[in-house]
């Protein structure tokens, strides 16, 4: 069965913290997702990765596709990074199988 | 241009009528789903499609139906609406190795 497990699930930070959310997943994938959803909003695709690393802005997501395990990093963290991220491993099927999220909030 | 719209935004409706909800895109992506979002739950699979007139179920397709009679459009029917159908419903596409683009989500409460 493919399972998505994210941690922490709630994580709170100060302002200028080095953020980290981790992703593992059960069965090998064809791409990795990270998305990320505001209070009240709509969800946002912020990376597909199926090997290495991506970095965009102050954001880089990895994959040890080995040990099935993705992390989301966010870089000097600012209050506006306050959000729902979201894991999801695309399995062959082409079909999301999402992880619950991770509530992230940073205070100034 | 967003893209991918989804209407109504919010919608309440009495228990035993039905109720379609549309996703409509204009990326020309082959694939769309419908996707619900309960707390304590990861966004769950109702139902997709893979073309016009092509759609399959997903995990939690009991009481939904779909129809997609043009690419652009994807649209989901409860039947006859339950209060367990009270949720945020989001539609999506994807096409090939592009990532997945989703709608603003449609709040649905069922009194």
């Known amino acids: 069965k493919n399972e998505v497990e994210q941690s922490p699930q709630n994580l709170t930070a100060q302002e200028g913290e080095f953020i980290t959310i981790n992703c593992s997943y059960s069965v090998g994938i064809s791409a990795l997702h990270w998305l990320q959803q505001h209070p009240g909003g709509g969800i946002v695709s912020l990376f597909m990765l199926s090997s290495g690393k991506k970095k965009h802005g102050r954001l880089i997501a990895t994959i040890n596709i080995q040990e099935k395990h993705s992390s989301l990093h966010i870089t000097a963290s600012h209050p506006r990074d306050s959000a729902v991220y979201i894991c999801?491993?695309?399995?062959?099927?082409?079909?999301?199988?999402f992880g619950t999220g991770t509530r992230l909030q940073v205070f100034p | 241009d967003a893209g991918i719209t989804q209407s109504p935004r919010h919608k309440v409706t009495e228990t035993g009528t039905p109720v379609t909800l549309r996703c409509h895109q204009t990326e020309n992506h082959r694939y769309m789903y419908w996707y619900r979002q309960d707390p304590g739950h990861g966004l769950r699979l109702i139902h997709y499609?893979?073309?016009?007139?092509?759609?399959d179920k997903g995990e939690v397709s009991d009481g939904y139906s779909v129809s997609r009679s043009k690419t652009e459009d994807f649209l989901l029917t409860l039947e006859s609406a339950t209060s367990s159908q009270t949720s945020v419903y989001f539609c999506a596409i994807s096409e090939g190795t592009v990532g997945y683009t989703f709608g603003s989500g449609t709040r649905l409460t069922v009194v």
């Open positions: 499609s893979y073309g016009v007139k092509d759609t």
């Open positions: 999801a491993n695309r399995d062959n099927t082409d079909k999301l199988i």
